[in-house]
Structures are given as C-alpha cells and as structure tokens.
C-alpha cells in the first residue's frame, strides 16, 4: 500500500524521504514510466508548496528521470 509521499511509476513501491530534501536537491528516479513519476512527484510537491524541475535522463546505463526541488 502506498502512502501519500510515496511513488510506484513502474508498479513498484519507491520509498523518498522527502523531508530532507532542500532547495536545490535532486533526486534520480530509475523508472520506464517517467511521465508517471514526473506526474506523481508533481502531486506531492503542490501538496508541499515545492517547485520542481525533471529531466528524463539515462544514468548508469539506466532510465529514468532526475527531480530537483526549484522552491
């Protein structure tokens, strides 16, 4: 079951901590659906007043997408 902080873009249960996360962090998100993780990732930052910026991005040879907190 998820909690409202947490995303599953492919199905699977990925748990951030959130809370440390400051201005200017970033955070990779080893996905294939990276629409889903951008759209849920957006969903908890409106609930957190946060701004965001994603990138789909390939790292380490995997896909996925990197979120920064803007705000």
């Given at each position: 079951m998820l909690k409202i902080d947490d995303i599953d873009p492919?199905?699977?249960k990925i748990i951030i901590n959130w809370d440390n996360m400051v201005i200017g962090a970033s955070v990779f998100i080893?996905?294939?659906n990276t629409r889903k993780a951008?759209?849920?990732c957006t969903a908890i930052f409106t609930v957190?007043?946060?701004t965001l910026k994603s990138?789909?991005?390939i790292q380490d040879?995997?896909?996925g997408?990197?979120?920064w907190?803007?705000?």
């Open positions: 492919d199905g699977v080893a996905c294939i951008v759209t849920q957190k007043k946060w990138r789909v991005i040879g995997k896909l997408v990197r979120i907190r803007t705000l």
